[in-house]
């Protein structure tokens, strides 16, 4: 539904301000945070460029835990279909440490001119396997890192959590930042967005790639000197897993999830 071309902006934008906003209420940024600061430092690159951004996503408080451990990055927020409103005050807002495309910039074929570590938050189910495979492919063309974050999840647990989440879009509505109309609009006077966002969570689980399957893509794509790692981490005041898929061009012994493993 994100992505739906029919979708109005301001529609669009409600959908992922409240995904942002349910990835901070748990909590989930903080781990997001440690596994992207421990890859970036060990591969010494500070420069993001992230993929499907929506209203930017998680990157406000992951920029803010990073540069609070010591570890500052510079973030390119990105998208298909970029939501002028939403980058320009995540730009306005993060004193010169995010800028934004307002060109659309397609997730399988991102221009050369963008040059940085890859990340995508609560995108990746967006595409079928072929298309995400495109992603990881072209990251490896470009001998760029990546990182995959899904919140989303195919199991039933998931699907009755978000469902539960979605139905409390009255109640969190007034409480989203910056204040817009729109949602208000959206919300309480022809009251779709909460059967939109319920929809697009349901949707967004049952389209959820399964560790397996997200490794299942990798295959082939280490030939280049690619390492590869994906599983689960458990946030403590999440009711819900976060799956990743990280990957990078290989150096030395360097296995990032263990060592945050051990963190
Ligand atoms: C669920 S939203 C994720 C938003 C954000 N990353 C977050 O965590 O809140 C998915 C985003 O992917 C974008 N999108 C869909 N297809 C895309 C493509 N081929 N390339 C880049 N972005 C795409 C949509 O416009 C939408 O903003």
Request: glycine share 8%; aromatic share 12%.
């Amino acid at each position: 539904m994100s992505d739906a071309k029919w979708c109005p902006p301001s529609l669009r934008g409600i959908v992922t301000d409240y995904i942002q906003f349910g990835v901070m209420m748990w909590r989930m940024d903080v781990e997001m945070a440690s596994l992207l600061r421990l890859t970036l430092e060990r591969l010494g690159v500070n420069e993001v460029v992230d993929l499907c951004s929506g209203s930017g996503g998680p990157w406000f408080r992951v920029q803010w835990m990073m540069e609070k451990e010591g570890f500052p990055v510079k973030v390119w927020l990105t998208d298909k279909y970029p939501n002028a409103a939403a980058l320009t005050f995540a730009r306005n807002a993060s004193g010169g440490k995010f800028d934004f495309c307002s060109e659309p910039v397609d997730a399988t074929r991102v221009p050369e001119t963008l040059g940085g570590f890859r990340t995508i938050f609560s995108g990746f189910h967006h595409f079928r396997p072929g298309e995400a495979r495109d992603i990881l492919r072209d990251a490896v063309d470009c001998q760029q890192g990546i990182a995959i974050f899904e919140i989303t999840k195919r199991t039933a647990w998931s699907m009755l959590n978000f469902a539960a989440t979605a139905l409390l879009v009255p109640l969190c509505v007034p409480l989203l930042r910056p204040f817009r109309w729109s949602r208000l609009l959206w919300t309480y006077l022809f009251p779709v967005a909460t059967p939109v966002i319920l929809f697009d969570s349901l949707v967004s689980c049952l389209r959820s790639y399964s560790i397996t399957e997200m490794r299942g893509m990798t295959e082939g794509l280490d030939a280049k000197g690619y390492t590869w790692e994906a599983g689960e981490i458990k946030p403590p005041h999440s009711p819900v897993p976060i799956t990743f898929l990280v990957g990078y061009p290989t150096k030395n012994s360097l296995k990032v999830y263990e060592a945050f493993e051990s963190l």
